[in-house]
DNA sequence: AGGTATTACTTGAGCCGTCAAGTAATTTGC
DNA sequence: GCAAATTACTTGACGGCTCAAGTAATACCT
């Protein structure tokens, strides 16, 4: 009736552990969109979108290629580009090279939008995360957050669709 | 025309981090939610649910209570409730000491289904968390955690709703 | 060359979460 | 002791995301 094994329970450490960083992955996300909501009226996941572009020569990305950069789907970037695209921040063209493909290119006024978002976005980062660290744990935080990530995805394509 | 200071960039250290950091804020979340819905059939947030109630005298919690264990907004929590009461895992009824609150109760195959996917989901976490740091670092990442959540939330109450 | 398979994206259906307005029970102020 | 305010929760409207099915362009195979 009982599960064979006895499952290697947390230790009181682990535990406190895993409950600190359960709400900094609650709330960090969440803290940040706000920021952008509240300052520049977009989510992160659009912040990133954009930022994207405008890091990109002629701030032009296929689609795929930036939904691999934001970490999204590509569905779901399909309709973010669809509510930048109605703003006026970013424009969809096909591909020249090959017409599967569809080109999201960064607009003037999208370019304007990311440098003036950029700046506040980037010192709430560092207000939430670098400043409470050490240099030392700052690195350790990078050090932790790869062999986390080596565990979630040995490889480095996650976006869904797994083994076809 | 510019903003006049200058923003505190983020040195390559912090950048490397800060982009390791962001995968795991990403995927995560994520990676445990796939492991609840394959082995369960419940999501990472029913899961805290549930968990919450198991972990309480009588399996009961007010609903206010157990919206802030679970990190999350009462309004969602009332809609997991109502799926939750559907699966005939969880009860309402209200508070006899204040008819206000309204109380949620585990019912036992709450507590079945709970005690079941528990050991699975430790598993998960630990193979995902835990297994990849040294001690050392696990005890650097509750520090972290803590010193990250301290500045989203200097005091202890996030969920919505701010200074009223 | 022509049919099939693959790739890159889009889109309809449906679920889930939020916000704001609504409801019911209790406390407060006079 | 009763009206007004507060508290605890619920719910309708709405938007975003995912899954799966659809579409269009290109590559592959013989």
């Keep these: 009736m009982e599960k ?3 499952p290697r329970w947390l ?3 682990e535990m406190q552990a895993w409950l600190a960083l359960g709400g900094v992955l609650m709330w960090l996300p969440s803290a940040l969109d706000a920021q952008l909501q509240r300052d520049a009226g977009i989510t992160h996941f659009e912040y990133q979108v954009l930022a994207g572009l405008s890091m990109s020569p002629g701030g032009t990305l296929r689609m795929s290629e930036l939904a691999a950069f934001s970490n999204g789907s590509l569905s779901r970037l399909s309709r973010v580009v669809d509510r930048l695209e109605k703003r006026g921040w ?3 063209r096909p591909d020249p090279d090959d017409g599967r493909y569809t ?3 960064l607009t003037e006024a999208g370019r304007e939008k990311v440098e003036q978002t ?6 709430e980062v560092r207000r939430l ?5 050490t240099q030392a744990q700052a690195r350790q935080l990078r050090e932790i957050s790869r062999r986390i990530g080596q565990a979630i995805d040995p490889d480095g394509g996650w976006p869904p669709t797994a083994a076809p």
Excluded: S
């Design 129 to 133: 995360v670098f400043d409470p660290l």
């Design 4 to 6: 064979p094994a006895e």
């Design 90 to 92: 970013v424009e969809r």
């Design 11 to 13: 230790t009181e450490e």
């Design 118 to 123: 950029a700046p506040g976005h980037v010192e």
């Design 103 to 105: 080109l999201a290119v």
